[in-house]
């Protein structure tokens, strides 16, 4: 039988994924609502995403034990280069799959397919830019817990 705390980490990376997503179109909704331009409330609500994003996936996802404001801020840096680099390629990739053909109508949005498979990809990249270069375990912590886990079974 699988052990649902092996997959721990993947769970948790999906469960606060959607926490993040509705934090995004909530606060979106919100400034929009409020007469805020689209540009702003779009921004806003990016910023206010990769901020959930960064705490959720520090503390509870992969669990970082990086501790004190220059260790925390290396991280909060590198996760927002990751994040805007994912943002980019989203920015590219989703006109460029609509002209090269992924145009179809989902939801009544034209090109909703290649958004899909952009998000598809910008997740999965985003989970193993985090967990390798983000926030990535010493190798002594990690044969700790390495340990402690087979010892478990």
Same mark, same amino acid.
């Given at each position: 039988?699988?052990?649902?705390?092996k997959?721990?980490?993947? $769970?948790?990376?999906?469960?606060f994924?959607? $926490?993040?997503?509705?934090?995004?179109?909530?606060?979106?909704?919100?400034? $929009?609502?409020?007469?805020?331009?689209?540009?702003?409330?779009?921004?806003?609500?990016?910023?206010?995403?990769?901020t959930?994003?960064?705490?959720?996936?520090?503390?509870?996802v992969?669990?970082?034990?990086?501790?004190?404001?220059?260790?925390?801020?290396?991280?909060?840096?590198? @996760?927002?280069?990751?994040?805007?680099?994912t943002?980019?390629?989203?920015?590219?990739?989703?006109?460029?799959?609509?002209?090269?053909?992924?145009?179809?109508?989902?939801?009544?949005?034209?090109g909703?397919?290649?958004?899909? $498979?952009?998000?598809?990809?910008?997740?999965?990249?985003?989970? @193993?830019?985090s967990k390798?270069w983000?926030?990535?375990?010493?190798?002594?912590?990690?044969?700790k817990?390495?340990?402690?886990?087979?010892?478990?079974?």
């Open positions: 039988m699988v052990k649902l705390s997959y721990h980490e993947q $769970i948790a990376y999906i469960f994924g959607i $926490i993040t997503t509705l934090v995004s179109w909530g606060v979106y909704t919100l400034f $929009i609502n409020l007469g805020v331009r689209i540009e702003i409330s779009n921004t806003i609500s990016w910023i206010a995403a990769v959930v994003a960064f705490f959720t996936n520090k503390w509870w992969f669990k970082s034990s990086a501790e004190g404001f220059k260790a925390v801020f290396k991280e909060g840096l590198a @996760f927002l280069e990751s994040r805007i680099l943002g980019v390629l989203e920015l590219v990739l989703v006109p460029l799959l609509v002209r090269i053909g992924f145009d179809g109508l989902i939801f009544s949005t034209i909703f397919d290649a958004r899909i $498979i952009v998000s598809v990809l910008v997740v999965i990249g985003n989970y @193993f830019i390798f983000v926030f990535k375990k010493d190798s002594k912590a990690e044969n817990m390495i340990s402690e886990e087979l010892n478990d079974e």
